[in-house]
């Protein structure tokens, strides 16, 4: 059983660039979610996919966007990215109706 | 007032005491989790609890419903504790997202 893996795991990128990550959901799961984590504090939900379909959103500007593919893997794209985007972002998988979640190791983005 | 408020914010502790942290959430929920995350980011799912007590090990975590709050508890503590614990409930509503507490950075010494 594999878990989840993101990439990449470091990046840095300059303001105003766009960037994308990815994530392998553990095998079996249907769902993807999408977390921030700033320095010193909790992630906070960016939005999940279920079945290819966007299926909730927090509070975050449509530049950040997402793709979840056919085998269930995930993309998070960034566009016009600003210093403040600089954070961990975390992707979690799991089955709907199960309520766990596998967590990756995260992508540490760097905006300068 | 965040949704998920957790106590305390620090603690450090001696290898082998028993330690207790707390979490306290505003919203209706289906779950409650307990997560581990070590330096360099990944987050490790210690437990997912809906009423009652789980144990894994060392490891103790609680939930009371009706007041809406959690504790995990860390028996005979060792120095590979040291880690950040966040405590994250499962809403309803809006794609069942989870929302984080700001975590407990827990050292232990030995």
């Given at each position: 059983e594999t878990g989840?893996?993101?990439?990449?795991?470091?990046?840095?990128?300059t303001r105003g660039q766009q960037v994308t990550l990815r994530c392998s959901s553990q095998s079996g799961h249907n769902t993807v979610s999408w977390y921030q984590q700033a320095l010193g504090q909790g992630p906070q939900f960016i939005f999940q996919y279920y079945r290819e379909e966007e299926n909730g959103r927090g509070n975050?500007?449509?530049?950040f966007s997402g793709l979840q593919?056919?085998?269930?893997?995930?993309?998070?794209?960034?566009?016009?990215?600003e210093l403040d985007d600089s954070a961990l972002y975390l992707c979690a998988s799991s089955l709907e109706g199960w309520g766990g979640y596998t967590f990756g190791s995260g992508t540490r983005l760097t905006v300068v | 007032k965040n949704e998920v408020?957790?106590?305390?914010?620090?603690?450090?502790?001696?290898?082998?005491?028993?330690?207790?942290?707390?979490?306290s959430y505003s919203v209706g929920i289906s779950?409650?989790?307990?997560?581990?995350?070590?330096?360099?980011?990944?987050?490790?799912?210690?437990?997912?609890?809906?009423?009652?007590?789980?144990?894994h090990g060392r490891l103790i975590a609680t939930i009371n419903i009706q007041e809406k709050h959690s504790s995990l508890h860390i028996t005979a503590s060792?120095?590979?504790?040291?880690?950040?614990?966040?405590?994250?409930?499962?809403?309803?509503?809006?794609?069942?997202?989870?929302?984080?507490?700001?975590?407990?950075?827990?050292?232990?010494?030995?």
């Open positions: 989840v893996t993101q990439s990449p795991t470091h990046l840095i990128k975050f500007p449509p530049r593919f056919p085998n269930y893997s995930s993309e998070l794209n960034v566009n016009a990215l | 408020e957790q106590s305390p914010q620090n603690l450090t502790a001696q290898e082998g005491e028993f330690i207790t942290i707390n979490c779950a409650l989790h307990w997560l581990q995350q070590h330096p360099g980011g990944g987050i490790v799912s210690l437990f997912m609890l809906s009423s009652g007590k789980k144990k060792h120095p590979r504790d040291s880690a950040v614990y966040i405590c994250a409930v499962r809403s309803g509503g809006n794609g069942n997202k989870l929302v984080f507490g700001a975590g407990t950075i827990l050292r232990v010494k030995s």
